[in-house]
């Protein structure tokens, strides 16, 4: 079987003459959410054969509370989302985990409250199926919160995030997360069942509710394999290259089996340095 490619993200821009050419030989591509559905009516038509995932973050809610949104798509997100839904500082800010370029804090927000759940469910999931797509690309959905973000929340000394203005421990916050994710792919696919769901787990994941896993790594075919034991039909994984080197580790180490490497797609990240609504890439 030939190898099958993976891409991230196509971009609003990147619809033009040339998309064919650029384009058509990936199996999977995850596209930026604010694109609006009837552009990607004409990039289902022109595509036929790729599957479109809509990009959505478990947990990042990119929207800028204290300027203009930059994007049509972030102001309706800012205009929506119910701000009482965030994890909150003490100060009463918004949980940003991320920084930018410049050292400052990024316009996203984290929240993995139900009524975050069920905002990004209602505003996500027909939208991406108004627009042909195949499913939905959920970044951030990894079953444990990073190492990173516990220290950041202890450097914080503790967040709220359950909205009842006390400060919430990192192990409490641990907790919560890893019990909120499988709500947020298990409302998604109540919501679309016959949704294409892929995870951006980081490390391996057990949840029957996708279709498969992408990996930031391409050293961890194993966790590939438990994932497929459990995972929605059809299923497959995707593994995230950065790099030349990355590339080749992936296509060595998946080759070694032959039934896994046709369940997972090499994936590539094109213009992936952009900032798409959602998401911590920047
Ligand atoms: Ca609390």
């Given at each position: 079987m030939s190898e099958r490619y993976a891409y991230f993200t196509l971009q609003e821009r990147d619809i033009d003459e040339s998309l064919e050419a650029r384009l058509s030989a990936f199996s999977v591509i995850v596209y930026n959410t604010s694109i609006p559905p009837e552009r990607m009516i004409d990039v289902r038509r022109r595509l036929p054969f790729s599957i479109l995932l809509g990009?959505?973050?478990?947990?990042?809610?990119?929207?800028?509370?204290?300027?203009?949104?930059?994007?049509?798509?972030?102001?309706?997100?800012?205009?929506?989302?119910?701000?009482?839904?965030?994890?909150?500082?003490?100060?009463?800010?918004?949980?940003?985990?991320?920084?930018?370029?410049?050292?400052?804090?990024?316009?996203?927000?984290?929240?993995?409250?139900?009524?975050?759940?069920?905002?990004?469910?209602?505003?996500?999931?027909?939208?991406?199926?108004?627009?042909?797509?195949?499913?939905?690309?959920?970044?951030?959905?990894?079953?444990?919160?990073?190492?990173?973000?516990?220290?950041?929340?202890?450097?914080?000394?503790g967040i709220d995030a359950n909205g009842d203005g006390v400060a919430d421990t990192a192990h409490e916050i641990a907790a919560f997360y890893t019990d909120a994710n499988p709500v947020l792919s298990w409302a998604i696919r109540k919501a679309w069942p016959e949704a294409i769901i892929i995870g951006n787990s980081g490390v391996g994941r057990i949840d029957h509710a996708l279709n498969g896993i992408s990996l930031e790594s391409a050293f961890a075919a194993a966790k590939y394999r438990a994932s497929f034991d459990f995972a929605h039909s059809p299923t497959f994984g995707i593994a995230w290259c950065e790099n030349p080197i990355e590339l080749a580790s992936a296509r060595a180490v998946l080759g070694i089996s032959s039934d896994l490497k046709e369940r997972v797609l090499i994936g590539q990240y094109g213009n992936g340095m952009e900032i798409v609504p959602g998401s911590n890439r920047a």
């Open positions: 990009y959505i973050n478990a947990g990042e809610i990119n929207f800028p509370p204290d300027r203009e949104p930059e994007w049509e798509y972030a102001k309706e997100v800012k205009e929506t989302f119910p701000a009482r839904a965030l994890w909150k500082k003490l100060n009463g800010y918004g949980v940003s985990f991320y920084t930018g370029p410049d050292g400052r804090a990024t316009t996203s927000h984290y929240s993995l409250t139900p009524e975050a759940i069920r905002w990004q469910v209602e505003r996500s999931v027909e939208r991406i199926r108004s627009g042909g797509a195949s499913g939905v690309y959920v970044d951030d959905l990894s079953s444990y919160l990073p190492p990173f973000r516990i220290r950041q929340i202890e450097a914080w000394g």
